[in-house]
């Protein structure tokens, strides 16, 4: 009898083998970003396409001097496995810029219209199983008023510039589909230091099945399960929604101090098919305090923002997941502790970094408008138009919902009130954004006045004061009305920038003009010096941002770029405004920066020397004789009245002892 129970249980044990071994496996994700062949839409056939590697972008627009080639063919072959043929296949490109249709075997697959976004296409249906297969994607850079943006001051440099990803999966899975997501949304309904709670929703995507379970399980940042809970399903249709409830006791909240993060998995097993999905959130809260300061999870946050453009040079905008981390490490060297991506999202390594690294993110909508340009219309009140400003903003939050460090979403930048009511449209993407997603605030970029101010959560007013008209000091009355009875209740934010070149150097300062031949980096370093000693001692702000980070390319400018970047468009070489804020800002590096240093040649005798040093007021030596140094603001400090005698040397110290810098100047013969 025991030996009985013993084949029984025996028999029991292999047929579970058997069983998981006959359940198909979960999905496969291949990289296929070598081997395309590349060639203009205006060539008669592909004989002469080169071979490129993805990503790969060109521009249709040279230095201001009109269109080039605007669209073109990508097309790679792929061998397809005859034992997939149980399986579906999808391709989903990281980004194409601006408009992408593709085709297998000539067969028409599917489309996308925006640059800055994920999409995903099935291609089961047209796959030949067991042979050779063809995938053309014809790509167009053009503009177009069904498209945001309609205007921009960026080159929207065209092609395929993110990774393409073929996908492999059972018959029922977790949708790929549902805006190019993971198909899993970790919705927080309230989230404090005794309790998280919400629930997961995992959209389906389900072939020939009438049961089916999905399985949560929440690992948390110490590797522990936190919860786990499993419903059956039936009666399911092709694409539903399943929400999975949960409550984690004591979570280990997401901050910029503690960015700890939690590992969902949600396991999908229909008949003898299994599809696993793993994505990476944190819990946190995020609020505006009576101060108008930003807190998460009630604590507030002094933010030190920087606008991040997309593109480097000799890159353009194909630009490598190591590239992003390179330019993270530059922005956190300086101090700053939060990152706008401007136009649209960077690809989603960038806020993978900053989840792990506690940085904030503010993610914008590519609604936006030249300013360069002021007759540009950056808004057509036509259904095309707003159905894709509508699809876009979901495909960013959808695809961008999981990142605890994204805090913000962008509805617009710089976008005028004139003609057409704009401010309408912008109250529609208010309650959408809200609608998809109630965690976090959505916020708007204005260089204007009026009542789209009032719009979003947050806004950030974008200023120029006193470099077209008026002294640059006169930020510090504007400053003061805002903090006023009128505008108190105002839950704003800054934004401030100048162009500067390093190969530009002045005697004399003028006032900047629209059109500038001449961009001193002196002005710059002049501007960034006094607007942020101001808004140090009398600004009212959530959050300070810097505009930008680093030098971009755009044809309607006079060289072709965009230069109120504080680093160069290598990405290499900093201005001086750099360390200027990198005294103030980084408080756990020294150091010790004697600006206006490609001035070298200079007409006057008597000269104001300024030095950025974050240890105290620092020593300066004059060819060996100390000068008299005073504090202008953190981080910053002057000496003024340093006598120049032919060349001269000049040496500064920290006051620690710790650092020096050296720099010769000459007077002009």
């Known amino acids: 009898m025991l030996c009985r129970k ?11 083998i058997n069983t998981v071994v006959a359940a198909e496996p979960t999905r496969d994700r291949y990289n296929i970003e070598d081997n395309w062949r590349f060639y203009w839409a205006s060539a008669l056939d592909g004989a002469d396409a080169d071979y490129v590697t993805l990503p790969h972008c060109w521009s249709p627009m040279l230095g201001g001097m009109g269109l080039v080639e605007s669209s073109a063919n990508y097309i790679r072959e792929i061998d397809v496995p005859a034992e997939w043929e149980s399986r579906r296949l999808f391709l989903r490109f990281g980004g194409v810029q601006r408009t992408a249709e593709v085709f297998v075997n000539g067969r028409y697959a599917g489309s996308h219209r925006g640059g800055f976004t994920a999409f995903t296409v099935e291609i089961t249906p047209h796959v030949r199983f067991g042979a050779k297969n063809y995938v ?21 440099m065209a092609g395929i510039y993110r990774g393409v990803e073929l996908i492999s999966t059972p018959k029922s899975i977790i949708s790929p589909l549902h805006y ?40 948390g940042p110490d590797g522990y399960e936190v919860d786990y809970r499993t419903v059956r399903l039936s009666k399911l249709s092709p694409e539903r929604p399943v929400d999975i409830p949960y409550e984690i006791t ?22 003898r098919s299994i599809d696993r999905v793993e994505v990476v959130t944190g819990f946190r809260d995020i609020s505006v305090d009576d101060d108008n300061r930003l807190c998460i999870n009630g604590k507030s946050c002094d933010v030190r923002g920087v606008n991040m453009p997309h593109d480097r040079y000799g890159y353009g905008l194909a630009i490598s997941e190591a590239m992003l981390r390179e330019d993270v490490a530059v922005a956190c060297d300086m101090g700053a502790n939060a990152l706008r991506s401007l136009s649209g999202p960077h690809m989603s ?19 936006t408008r030249s300013p360069i340009a002021f007759s540009d219309i950056c808004y057509y009140p ?16 959808y695809q961008n919902y999981n990142h605890p460090s994204i805090v913000m979403w ?41 009542r789209i101010n009032l719009v979003t959560d947050l ?3 974008r200023q120029d004061v006193g470099l077209y008209k008026g002294r640059v000091e006169d930020v510090a009355v504007w400053c003061r009305q805002l903090a006023g009875e009128q505008w108190r209740t105002l839950r704003s934010g800054v934004c401030y920038g100048e162009e500067g070149i390093m190969e530009h150097t002045a005697d004399r300062l003028e006032r900047a003009t629209r059109g500038d031949k001449y961009i001193p980096e002196r002005r710059q370093t002049m501007m960034h010096e006094v607007y942020s000693a101001i808004i140090d001692s009398v600004g009212r702000f959530w959050g300070v941002w810097l505009d930008n980070m680093f030098d971009y390319s755009s044809p309607r400018r006079t060289y072709g770029l965009n230069n109120s970047g504080l680093v160069c468009h290598d990405h290499k070489r900093c201005k001086d405004a750099y360390y200027l804020y990198r005294a103030k800002w980084n408080r756990e590096a020294r150091t010790l920066h004697i600006a206006n240093r490609r001035w070298g040649a200079r007409q006057d005798t008597l000269q104001q020397v300024d030095i950025y040093c974050s240890d105290g007021t620092p020593q300066l030596y004059v060819n060996g004789d100390t000068a008299v140094v005073r504090r202008i603001a953190v981080g910053h400090y002057r000496a003024d009245s340093v006598i120049l005698r032919g060349r001269t040397r000049l040496e500064a110290r920290d006051s620690l002892g710790h650092s020096r810098d050296i720099v010769e100047l000459r007077l002009k013969r």
């Open 6 to 16: 013993l084949i029984t249980f025996a028999a029991l044990v292999v047929a579970m």
């Open 136 to 156: 053309r994607v014809i790509v167009s850079g053009g503009e177009r008023s069904d498209l945001l943006p309609v205007s921009s001051d960026m080159d929207l």
């Open 180 to 219: 190019s997501s993971d198909g899993v949304y970790v919705i927080q309904e309230s989230v404090d230091s005794d309790h998280a709670i919400g629930v997961v929703r995992s959209y389906l995507s389900t072939s020939n099945v009438d049961h089916a379970t999905l399985t949560m399980r929440i690992v």
């Open 250 to 271: 004591h979570p280990q909240l997401w901050s910029p101090d503690a960015p700890s993060l939690y590992r969902i998995e949600m396991t999908l097993e229909a008949g």
């Open 349 to 367: 390594q960038l806020y993978d970094l900053c989840d792990s690294e506690g940085l904030l993110a503010w993610v914008d909508m590519p609604f």
């Open 382 to 397: 036509t259904k095309a138009f707003r159905d894709n400003g509508f699809e876009q903003l979901r495909e960013i939050i």
């Open 410 to 450: 962008g509805l617009f930048s710089l976008v005028w009130q004139r003609g057409d009511d704009i401010v309408s449209y912008v109250e529609e993407l208010n309650a959408l954004a809200h609608e998809i997603d109630s965690s976090r605030p959505t916020v708007g970029c204005s260089n204007s006045d009026g």
């Open 459 to 461: 806004i950030v007013l």
